[in-house]
DNA sequence: GAATAGGTACTCGGATAATGCCTGTCCGAGTCTAGTGGG
DNA sequence: CCCACTAGACTCGGACAGGCATTATCCGAGTACCTATTC
C-alpha cells in the first residue's frame, strides 16, 4: 500500500507556487524544472489539484497555475484527497462474510457493517484527522527549518530564468 | 490507495480460526471454502500470517493452520503488517527537493527529514496506533453482535464437513 | 500615430500507451498416516 | 498380538503467469501576445 507520488510532487509545487508569490501564474514547466520532474505527468497532478479548488489554471501565452487559496487554508488531506481522486480508502469492505456456506447458512440481516471494515475505518479516521489538521503552511516552516535557503533559491532561480535564453 | 484485500481474508480467517478452536490444525483449503475464497490464493496469505509468527503451520496429513497464541494478544497492526509484508507504508519520500536546480543550490544538510514526509510519518502512526489498539478478539465480539450465528454456524459446518464424503 | 485584424506561440486539458504491483495459479518438497508383512 | 517398514496421500512452501491500477506521454482546444497593415 503506497500513497502515489504525485501527492509529494503536488505538495513541494504548492510550496513553490507560495514561495513564488507572484501576480503572474506560473507554468507546470516551471514548476517541473525546479525538482526536475516529468513535465507532463506533473501537469496532469496539476489539473487534479485544480479540479479541486486547490491552485487556479490559466490558459495561453503567460499562463499557469496560481494557488486558489492562502497556503495557511490548504491541509494536506485536500492534496492528498485530490491527487488520489477521493478514493484515498485504505479499506474496502469486500463483504466476503456473506459468502461461502456459513454466510449462507447464518442469514442474520448483514445491515450492521462488518467489524473488520468499522475498525479499519476508525483507524482511517485517525489518519484523516492527522492530515486535516496539517496545512501546507507548516509543512513550509518544517522544510525551511531543515534547509532555510529553500525559498530564496526558488525565488532566485525562478528570477533568473524568467526570461530563458531561447536556442 | 487500497489495503491488500487479503488483509480482509486473514482477519475472517483468524476469526474462524478461534471459533473452531480444536486441537487439530485446519488446511487451507477448508478456511477457503468457508468464505469461498480461492483455494491457492489463501494459502498464500496464510503463510505470509505463518512468517509473521501469528498462526504455525504443520505440514502433511492433518496438518493445516492453527493460531499460534490467543486471539486476543492479535492486533489488526499484526495481521496489515504480515500481509503487506511489512512495507504498509502509506508515504514514501522520494527526496525530490535535493533534485532540480534549487536542491543543487541550496547545499543545505539534508539530515532533518522532509516536512512532508515527517507529516505523513505523524499521520500514518495515528492510523498503526489504532490498528494496534484493536484486538482480533474485538473485531470478533462486533463481528458476532453483528451476526450472532456466525461462530456456530462455522462449528457446525466444520462439524459436518469433517469428513467430508469422496467421490 | 493609433487602432484593428491576423498570425503565432504558448498553456492547459483530456485522451492514449507502457510499466509495475497485486491478484491468481501451479507444481515440488516434506511429513504424517495407514496398511502390510514379519517376528 | 505387537512392531517395523513401506507405500501412499495429504499439506505447506515457494516459484510462475495474468489483470489492473498507477505511471508516463502525446496531441488538440483555447487564449493572450505580437506584428503588420490600414485609416
Redesign the pocket.
Known amino acids: 500500500?503506497?500513497?502515489?507520488?504525485?501527492v509529494e510532487w503536488g505538495v513541494h509545487s504548492c510550496l513553490a507556487l507560495s514561495w513564488l508569490e507572484d501576480e503572474a501564474?506560473?507554468?507546470?514547466?516551471?514548476?517541473a524544472d525546479i525538482h526536475d520532474?516529468?513535465?507532463?505527468?506533473?501537469?496532469?497532478q496539476?489539473?487534479?489539484l485544480?479540479?479541486a479548488g486547490i491552485?487556479?489554471?490559466?490558459?495561453?501565452?503567460?499562463?499557469?497555475?496560481r494557488l486558489a487559496r492562502p497556503i495557511r487554508e490548504i491541509s494536506l488531506l485536500d492534496v492528498v484527497d485530490a491527487?488520489?481522486?477521493g478514493?484515498a480508502v485504505t479499506f474496502e469492505c469486500t463483504e466476503i462474510r456473506r459468502r461461502g456456506p456459513v454466510g449462507q447458512v447464518s442469514d442474520s440481516s448483514f445491515s450492521a457493517p462488518c467489524g473488520i471494515a468499522a475498525a479499519m475505518r476508525r483507524a482511517e479516521d485517525n489518519w484523516r484527522a492527522a492530515l486535516k489538521h496539517t496545512s501546507l503552511a507548516e509543512i513550509g516552516r518544517e522544510v525551511l527549518a531543515a534547509a532555510p535557503g529553500t525559498a530564496d533559491a526558488t525565488r532566485v532561480w525562478f528570477a533568473q530564468s524568467r526570461n530563458p535564453v531561447?536556442n
Not at 501564474?25 to 514548476?31: C, E, K, S, T
Open positions: 500500500m503506497r500513497l502515489a507520488e504525485g501564474p506560473i507554468p507546470a514547466a516551471r514548476l520532474l516529468p513535465v507532463a505527468y506533473l501537469a496532469k496539476m489539473q487534479a485544480a479540479r491552485v487556479s489554471s490559466t490558459s495561453g501565452a503567460r499562463g499557469g497555475f491527487i488520489e481522486g478514493r531561447r
